[in-house]
């Protein structure tokens, strides 16, 4: 995925910089009244690999594949667990139990926040991956 940055101040070797980021269909266009559309910016900082200046305009890279199973990795692992936690609650759980719904219900929460813990440690195993890098100064 390639992004357009521009550097706002460069400081001990990192480029602290603006970027645009796209919206929901690429861009915001004067017809569209939704809000998903439109252009965000955000600050971010990079290592200054090329030695770009303030001002400079730079294309960041990040790997593609990394950011879609990112997104499968931060939204699909945690449904599937309270899925299953539920589907798990109703069949251990007797039904003549007085507040099965609240128990099944807390078993599912337990497994979002299990599952948040397993995918920290995974994310820090993963970290280099996820950077930014400059590819070139425009």
Not at 16 to 36: D, F, H, L, P, Q
Not at 97 to 115: P, Q, T
Request: hydrophobic share 50%; charged share 20%.
């Amino acid at each position: 995925m390639i992004q357009i940055g521009h550097i706002l101040s460069v400081k001990n070797g990192l480029a602290y910089m603006e970027v645009n980021r796209k919206g929901a269909c690429g861009s915001a266009c004067a017809v569209c009244e939704s809000t998903a559309c439109e252009s965000k910016s955000e600050f971010i900082t990079v290592p200054n690999e090329l030695n770009a200046e303030e001002g400079d305009r730079v294309e960041l890279f990040v790997n593609d594949h990394f950011v879609l199973h990112s997104i499968y990795k931060v939204y699909g692992i945690p449904l599937i667990a309270f899925l299953l936690a539920i589907g798990l609650g109703q069949l251990i759980l007797p039904d003549a139990m007085a507040r099965k719904d609240l128990y099944i219900f807390i078993f599912g929460a337990l497994s979002l926040v299990i599952s948040y813990f397993i995918l920290r440690s995974v994310d820090k195993k993963h970290a280099d991956q996820a950077k930014l890098k400059m590819v070139r100064i425009l």
